[in-house]
């Protein structure tokens, strides 16, 4: 058996292990594992240790966890675990604004093994973690020059939750002047969802600036918006649908004329490392994810970093601890009476800081830039093979150059053949790519997709994804039903109705679907 | 210890070896034919030609001036292992701090199933070629509530101190108020989060506590509460380790005022300790990060939320939630996302607070350690750490000038006062690390009341040696 030279595609099936919920493989007095009992001694010496416990905290029912021998646990975890096609198993250009780059082993293997992270307790004194500080300090010094920022908080556990502190600064900084009337903020419909709800969840009032007809933000409605009221703005650029805003030193300029701060969300940075900076366009603060442009594993969701950046005059607003280097030793301050405190306990995700570090360290100045330009190029190869395809649509600033993703429509094919961009995300997984990701909410674009073929990937894989695109383009004309009702070789089949929002079909966990189902009586509970 | 100025010369050599040729193997197109022939396929004469819309004075103008690369495995794997290893780790120290981040025994099925790259590498994918990973937080979720006696969980947070911030502004959406109660003896790490993150609109009112027995004042508590308070949060065991025995009456007070009564539970006491649930809390939330993870220096923290079922809770919660539902397949298990425009992803600055990538791959990690655990597992854990953390203040106290300061059961945690023997806990801590100790967290900053104490943790990890070690230290150190 081999691939199809011709026509590059896989005969492909996921595995399909047709597994049990977890709680279906209990077997009463089977264990997974046996845990540490104290010394005879010790025993012997504290007597009954549950004595003491007040008859109201004592746990009177045993929690209803399955009982499973060991064996079967880990099969179970690795079944499902094969049910999934992480980035490690499969091309993921799919998750465009994602960048699911190669998450290099060898970090991956100090990080999570290595005594001297793994077992490090975060409140130890800065003088038994001096390796740890150098790299935390390092690691703000490189980010410090990629982006022309003057400080680096690394303890924002996301892209998000670095947008929220952000907004939590600047409402820090406006208190700080007395300047008691900047209740909004501003972001544009193509910066991630994030950049408005972070600013709508620290106490904003959130206006949205809609995309002119060639997809970049309108200026003249952003110069309308802005006024005293503005604390602030949030913005991506390139923005989610891989458009350069070649004015976007405007904005800054105008937004700073009100006296508001300019936030740029860099999520998508990774095709301008060492080409352009937040710095020369002039924002205020900034943030790089982590788990994107820097390589740390994506983890099924995290943990992630947010590595938040800022200006030298809002360097005391920063969450704390602040890690210090006085040229011999590292330390970390806590005396930051202007700090807005903790966003995250202790110092945030360290591990990922680890592999972020040597990710840069792998790199240099040369193989960041060489980065940037792969991807960009990466990705305006793939639009213009992606271009060719029947039912594809390319919307906006047409004759242009995308930076490192493009936002794409099956508008036409939709009309064509009724087959919409819900079914073929669907059909993708039955060549074995992940389904692609549509569109942040509201779909702006219609049927969209958005695909980011990072530096991670080579010319023959890009080649092999645009002819599963194209493979089931082809199929859409032919047979739109059979698209339809895809997928046909991924783990399981269609789901019916996927969004779940009636109370009697909600089930979360086993047994709210026990109770729901009927199959069982709902649980003895002793509350009220 | 290796020589970190010889590994740096090396490097420079090697660089400037390679400067004329640069192929990295994380880039497959650095390939200079290969991207020459990308470059004549997309119509550009050089590189730069793909940056035109990237006006000239926006771009950067120089080189980045970041180290010199060091380009091959080996020697970067050196490099970090030199910088690791001077770090002193708490498998050569024996470590007695908590304080939200303790020494768990890890199970090895734990670290080989959040060390498989299909999950690692995995990101926000559907539910059919990620069915797994659905499954896996489904699991998560299902595990969690069996041990919470609760029925409704999300996606994770990012950890305890975002759980209990995120709670607080769940009771305030549901019942409209805008003041909150909570212990003054809070995690500090904790109280700081929470008092960020619930500006501008809700205020803290903080209840004070027994000096005695470390327990919340119930008069304060009354004499506090009222119409506005939209939640009383307490911990449970509380920061300085005590178990709050009047956790009924401070639930009953709360609900009398209509408030949600929000515990903050450390769920590895849950196999020998009621769930919160079961003594009144409306919302339970805390940090997981005891069921399976590594400390990782405070990389191993991950948050939840758990409510009942019913639909004023549901709604309110901000994360991403999966439910299990029919596929076209009859028998077949399919998943869906549950009131997807709850979340921000959904609405935007409509949803609810804001929403994005947490902690999930510690999120698969707790369902493989409660799967491997049991019913029995955990008691058993809970009960050991309940001897060892009280055969450890018993020793301890003994010691001349060294007293428990608290008359209150404890678990794993409790308060150790040195007044007596005319020493700072910064001193004797510093004499500990001689002895290759690392003591517990000061509490003479945070809490100056309670005079030179210090809050140690013994977990299931310490052994009769490893408090023997101690007392040995103790005596020499006083």
Not at chain 1, 338 to 355: A, D, E, P, Y
Not at chain 2, 20 to 35: R, T
Not at chain 2, 97 to 103: D, F, I, M, P, S
């Amino acid at each position: 058996m081999g691939r199809d030279a011709k026509s590059l595609l896989r005969k492909f099936h996921e595995a399909k292990w047709d597994e049990q919920i977890i709680f279906e493989m209990s077997v009463p007095g089977e264990r997974g594992i046996l845990v540490r009992q104290a010394e005879s001694k010790v025993r012997k010496e504290v007597g009954n240790e549950l004595a003491v416990i007040p008859a109201a905290l004592r746990r009177k029912d045993s929690p209803k966890l399955p009982e499973i021998n060991q064996m079967r646990v880990l099969r179970h975890f690795m079944h499902l675990s094969q049910e999934t096609l992480g980035t490690d198993v499969t091309i993921d250009i799919s998750e465009g604004t994602c960048t699911m780059k190669y998450s290099p082993k060898v970090q991956e293997h100090l990080a999570a093994r290595h005594p001297g992270i793994k077992d490090i307790h975060p409140l130890q004194p800065p003088e038994t973690i001096q390796g740890l500080l150098e790299i935390i300090y390092k690691l703000e010094q490189f980010l410090k020059e990629i982006s022309g920022m003057d400080r680096f908080s690394f303890q924002p556990s996301g892209g998000a939750q670095a947008v929220y502190t952000a907004a939590s600064i600047m409402r820090a900084y406006h208190a700080s002047r007395n300047d008691t009337e900047r209740t909004e903020t501003i972001t544009t419909m193509f910066s991630h969802p994030c950049d408005a709800a972070g600013p709508a969840t620290a106490g904003y009032k959130v206006i949205t600036i809609m995309p002119d007809e060639e997809g970049y933000a309108d200026l003249e409605a952003f110069k309308a918006a802005l006024s005293k009221h503005t604390a602030g703005i949030f913005i991506t650029n390139p923005e989610d649908t891989g458009i350069y805003n070649p004015r976007i030193d405007e904005f800054v300029k105008a937004a700073h004329e009100v006296g508001a701060l300019c936030y740029y969300d860099q999520a998508n940075a990774n095709g301008m490392l060492g080409i352009a900076r937040a710095r020369e366009a002039g924002f205020d603060m900034c943030h790089f994810n982590l788990h994107k442009t820097f390589s740390i594993p994506h983890g099924s969701m995290g943990g992630a970093v947010g590595a938040l950046g800022c200006t030298a005059g809002l360097a005391k607003f920063l969450p704390i601890p602040q890690v210090k280097f006085d040229g011999k030793r590292y330390r970390l301050d806590y005396d930051c009476p202007q700090s807005i405190g903790k966003v995250r306990s202790f110092m945030g995700n360290t591990q990922s800081l680890l592999k972020a570090y040597s990710w840069i360290m792998q790199h240099g100045a040369e193989g960041l830039r060489e980065t940037a330009v792969c991807s960009v190029l990466n990705n305006n190869y793939m639009l213009k093979k992606l271009s060719e395809i029947p039912g594809v649509v390319v919307p906006y600033a047409h004759g242009k150059r995308r930076l490192e993703q493009v936002r794409y429509s099956w508008e036409k094919l939709k009309q064509d053949t009724g087959v919409g961009t819900d079914d073929v995300l669907r059909r993708m997984a039955d060549f074995g790519l992940q389904h692609y990701w549509t569109s942040h909410h509201p779909w702006v674009v219609p049927e969209p997709f958005t695909l980011e073929p990072c530096e991670s990937y080579s010319k023959d894989d890009i080649d092999e994804y645009v002819a599963v695109l194209r493979q089931i383009s082809k199929e859409a004309y032919d047979n739109p039903e059979f698209v339809k009702h895809a997928p046909y070789n991924s783990v399981v089949h269609k789901v019916i109705n996927s969004s779940i929002n009636e109370p009697e079909r909600i089930a979360v966990t086993w047994r709210q679907y026990l109770k729901k189902r009927g199959l069982q009586k709902p649980m003895s509970s002793l509350r009220k | 210890m290796r020589s970190e100025r010889r590994l740096t010369m090396a490097r420079t050599e090697r660089s400037s070896a390679r400067e004329s040729h640069s192929v990295f193997p994380y880039i497959p197109n650095s390939v200079p034919e290969v991207k020459a022939e990308m470059l004549r396929e997309v119509g550009a004469h050089d590189e730069m030609e793909l940056y035109v819309e990237i006006p000239k004075r926006l771009r950067f103008k120089r080189k980045l001036h970041l180290p010199a690369p060091i380009l091959d495995e080996s020697s970067l794997r050196k490099h970090v292992e030199y910088l690791l290893e001077r770090n002193q780790n708490c498998k050569d120290y024996l470590n007695f701090l908590g304080a939200g981040c303790a020494e768990h025994f890890v199970p090895a099925v734990c670290d080989e199933i959040n060390g498989r790259g299909e999950f690692l590498t995995a990101y926000v994918g559907e539910s059919y070629a990620d069915h797994g990973k659905w499954q896996a937080f489904f699991e998560y979720c299902s595990l969690m509530g069996e041990l919470l006696d609760m029925d409704v969980l999300s996606c994770p947070l990012y950890d305890g101190a975002q759980a209990a911030a995120s709670s607080i502004r769940m009771a305030s959406r549901i019942n409209d108020r805008k003041e909150v109660l909570m212990p003054h003896t809070m995690n500090p790490e904790i109280s700081s989060a929470v008092r960020n993150y619930i500006k501008p609109d809700i205020t803290v009112k903080e209840v004070t506590y027994d000096k005695t027995t470390g327990l919340l004042d119930l008069e304060d508590l009354e004499s506090k509460i009222s119409n506005k308070t939209a939640a009383v949060l307490i911990e449970n065991p509380s920061y300085l380790g005590v178990l709050e025995s009047q956790a009924v009456e401070i639930g009953k007070i709360a609900r009398g005022k209509n408030a949600e009564f929000i515990v903050y539970v450390d769920p590895i006491c849950l196999g020998v300790l009621a769930p919160p649930a079961q003594y009144g809390a409306t919302i339970t939330c805390g940090d997981f990060h005891p069921l399976g993870m590594h400390m990782y220096a405070g990389g191993g923290q991950g948050g939840f939320i758990a409510t009942d079922d019913e639909m004023k809770y549901i709604s309110q919660f901000k994360d991403l939630m999966f439910g299990i539902t029919d596929t076209v397949e009859r028998g077949e298990y399919g998943f869906g996302e549950v009131l997807f425009d709850r979340t921000s992803y959904g609405s935007r600055e409509k949803g609810n607070e804001f929403t994005g990538t947490s902690t999930g791959i510690w999120a698969i990690t707790v369902a493989v350690y409660l799967s491997l655990m049991g019913p029995k597992g955990m008691a058993e854990t809970g009960r050991t750490i309940m001897q060892m953390s009280q055969y450890a203040a018993k020793q301890l106290s003994k010691v001349r000038g060294v007293k428990l300061k608290l008359r209150s059961p404890f678990f794993k945690e409790f308060v150790i006062n040195f007044d007596k023997t005319g020493k700072t806990v910064a001193r004797i801590n510093n004499a500990l690390l001689k002895h290759k100790i690392i003591g517990g967290k000061d509490l003479s900053k945070e809490f100056p009341e309670l005079g030179q104490s210090a809050l140690y943790c013994v977990t299931e990890t310490k052994t009769m040696d490893d408090i023997q070690n101690l007392v040995n230290a103790f005596k020499e150190v006083m």
